[in-house]
Structure formats: C-alpha cells, structure tokens
C-alpha cells in the first residue's frame, strides 16, 4: 500500500505540473485586469513548437526556447486585441484556441505528413529524469527513503521548476514594486494612471509572462511528459487551469495546491484502469477521466465559497481625456 500512495503521489506531482505553470499565467494576466481563455491555446501551441523544434534540432532547450517564443506571440495577438484595441476578451482568447487547435494540425500534417502530430523524439531531444544526491544509497531506507529517491528524486527539470515557480510568484505579486503595481491595475487601473503608470503597459508585461509560462506548459507536455507533440495534446488542461485559479482566488501557494488536487485526481483515474471496484464492478475509465471535470463544476457550484476576481478583470481601459 505504501508503494501504491508512493507511485499515486509521484504521478499527481508530474499530472499538476502542466496545470500550475498554466494557474501562475492566468494568474499574472488577471491580476492585471486581462482575463485570458487562451491559456489552452497557448499551451498547444507551445506544445507543438516545442515538439517541432526538438524533433529538428535534438536539443530540448531549443524546443523550450521555441514554445516560449510561440506563446508569446500568441499572448502578444490577444493583448493587441484586448488591450491596444479594447476587445472583448472572452472572445479573443476563444480565437486564440482555435488558431492553435487548427494551425498546429494543419502545419503538422503539411511537415510531417502523421495526422498532425510530430515524428517520435529521441531520448536526447527530451528533458530526461534528474536523480538527485544520494537518492539510489537511500533508496532502501524505510519509509523516508523511498519518498526521497521515487517521490522527491526522479523528475525532470520543468517539474522542479514548476514548483519553484509558486514562491516566485507569490514574491513578484506580493513583495515587489511591480507587484503592486500589477494588482493595482486590476483593481483600478484609473488611479494607477493618475500615478504616472502606464496600464496598457503594465498589462502587456503581465501577457507577456503569461505567455512565458504557458511556453513552459506546452513544452513540458510534448518533450518532457510525452515525446512529441500530439493532436489536442493539452486536452482542456488550460480550462482546468482557469478552474483551479478561481477555485484559489487568485492566489500562488493556493493555486498550487489546487492544481495538486486536480493532479491528484488523474492519477487516481490513470490508477483505476480496468480495476474492480467491490460491489460494484469494473467502472469505466471514462468516468474516472471526467473527476478532474466534474469536480470543477462542483467546486465552481459554490463550495469554495465566494471568489472575488480583481474589481476590473475583463473591462478594457479607457484613458481619461481632460
């Protein structure tokens, strides 16, 4: 049983990763006042830029750097649309969805001739499992050494990096200038304009990060969990995403653990497979791949008890003119 909650654990760590650098995106886009639906697009089209240019180059790196650069520009084309030309943003971020669904098919097949998808990576062309200090001489420790050398030991770098990402955050929002400055143009991007602030500004950065993690999102599911990239790879992680930002108000070390739950949840399914529930039978795996989905409706339905997103979140900036 021990080995069992060791093997569920490992699996929710590498399941939530994807779903928390997509939470801290969301999270730095809303704070400013932007909300963002494509968070799902911006990680495929990550994820296919990242499996492309791996696949050509080798070099994991390189396929990180592409779906950073990729999500960028997509985060880039929703604050032209939002914040420059004062858009609907539910909109434009339902576009940049099915661009990337689309685009990433189409380029796909035109290059590489698999229904979308890119060719297998190499092991070298993926970010491989890093085994920390003295994980294998402890390995047969009782109880701390099998979390240290399966549980803690063992990842690859985007999933330490994931995590590393929360305190991160949580300084950039809460302990800087900019920070401030970010939270304050979500709540009342007026008086931050009355300061001498730029609000069309402040709200490109906060895309621009957004895009940046969502890269590290796309990269992570097609060269570090999978190898390659795969037609609808991301498979409504982005909307879950969204689900656990609102379900931990906005918060980094809140949204982790939400994204841990979600994670939590895909394991159990991935663990239920074709298993005998007693008195009950075999369930069918599709019920177990809709948890996850269900328990957003349920969350959302009031069990978190009120959210309150930032006072000016999805309301384009109209400067004053005197």
């Not at 380029?107 to 229904?115: S, T, V």
């Not at 890269?215 to 097609?222: Q, S």
């Not at 497979?273 to 989905?293: D, K």
Request: glycine share 10%.
């Amino acid at each position: 049983m021990f080995d069992v909650i060791i093997l569920v654990l490992d699996s929710t760590l590498r399941l939530s990763t994807p779903l928390l650098f997509a939470c801290l995106a969301g999270l730095f886009s809303e704070r400013s006042g932007v909300v963002d639906i494509g968070l799902e697009g911006k990680m495929l089209g990550g994820a296919f830029a990242a499996g492309t240019v791996a696949y050509l180059t080798g070099n994991p790196w390189a396929g990180l750097l592409a779906a950073i650069c990729i999500s960028i520009v997509l985060s880039l084309i929703h604050g032209f649309a939002s914040i420059t030309n004062r858009g609907n943003q539910i909109v434009s971020g339902v576009a940049i969805n099915f661009l990337a669904a689309g685009l990433s098919v189409l380029l796909g097949q035109a290059w590489f001739g698999q229904g979308g998808r890119t060719p297998q990576l190499e092991i070298e062309a993926r970010f491989a499992p890093i085994t920390l200090p003295f994980a294998d001489s402890v390995r047969d420790v009782p109880f701390l050494g099998p979390i240290y050398a399966d549980l803690i030991s063992g990842h690859n770098i985007l999933v330490y990096a994931a995590f590393l990402t929360v305190p991160l955050t949580w300084w950039i929002v809460f302990r800087t200038r900019f920070g401030l400055r970010l939270r304050a143009v979500g709540e009342s991007p007026h008086a931050v304009d009355t300061a001498g602030i730029s609000v069309v500004w402040l709200r490109y950065r906060a895309v621009i990060i957004c895009g940046a993690l969502c890269g590290f999102a796309g990269a992570y599911l097609a060269i570090a969990q999978s190898a390659g990239f795969i037609k609808d790879m991301s498979a409504g992680k982005g909307f879950i995403a969204l689900a656990a930002l609102i379900f931990a108000k906005w918060r980094p070390v809140s949204a982790m653990f939400a994204c841990l739950l979600f994670g939590f949840l895909d394991a159990i399914a991935n663990l239920m497979q074709g298993q005998e529930v007693p008195g009950i039978g075999e369930v069918p795996v599709q019920f177990f791949q809709a948890l996850p989905y269900i328990l957003t409706v349920v969350l959302l339905a009031g069990f978190i008890g009120r959210a309150i997103p930032p006072k000016n979140v999805g309301v384009p900036y109209v400067k004053e003119r005197t």
